[in-house]
């Protein structure tokens, strides 16, 4: 998981998410957050942008895609009030110990791993896969008004099929 900040200029993004799976797994997550829109934000809405782009690059779903509606109190919920939703709670963590299972010390205290079966990491992605994904971010990342044809809410997730079962994962926070 790569976390960047940078202005990205006037691209009506806050932050976003970009995923490469393979066969399910993530095998890279690069978190960007625009400076454009959160230079002079609030603390508030940085730390909860933060989170919820941090929330995306560890494979969480969002827990609502209502603004309007009661705060959850997780910031992988859609917030017009981000200061009710900084950081993660007890749902965001058992949807992680669903995706990765869990620590648990044998008689040794040694950690050892429950719950899911984890694959060998991956390592590398093919050049193929990279070329492809160049093309997905030209195509939306570079241009403000791709960006925006993602979708219209505020918040958009889009996931890519490419070549080999590899997938491509964009999740935007777009700025109000």
């Known amino acids: 998981l ?28 690069i978190a960007k957050m625009n400076e454009y829109y959160l230079a002079l934000a609030g603390d508030d809405r940085r730390h909860y942008t933060m989170c919820h782009e941090i929330g995306h690059g560890l494979g969480l779903p969002h827990s609502d895609e209502e603004y309007d509606n009661s705060d959850l109190g997780n910031c992988m919920d859609y917030t017009n009030n981000p200061k009710n939703n900084m950081r993660p709670d007890r749902s ?15 008689n040794d205290g040694r950690g050892l ?33 791709g960006t925006r044809n993602l979708e219209s809410k505020q918040h958009s997730t889009r996931v890519w099929d490419l070549d080999d079962s590899y997938q491509f994962q964009i999740s935007v926070l777009w700025d109000e």
């Open 92 to 106: 965001n963590f058992d949807d992680l110990m669903d995706l990765y299972g869990s620590i648990e010390e044998d």
């Open 113 to 145: 791993l429950r719950g899911s079966d984890l694959k060998s990491k991956l390592t590398g992605i093919p050049e193929k896969i990279i070329s492809q994904i160049d093309e997905v971010r030209l195509e939306l990342l570079d241009d403000a008004e």
């Open 2 to 29: 790569k976390v960047c900040n940078a202005d990205y200029g006037e691209n009506n993004w806050r932050g976003i998410n970009e995923l490469v799976l393979k066969d399910g797994f993530i095998i890279s997550s």
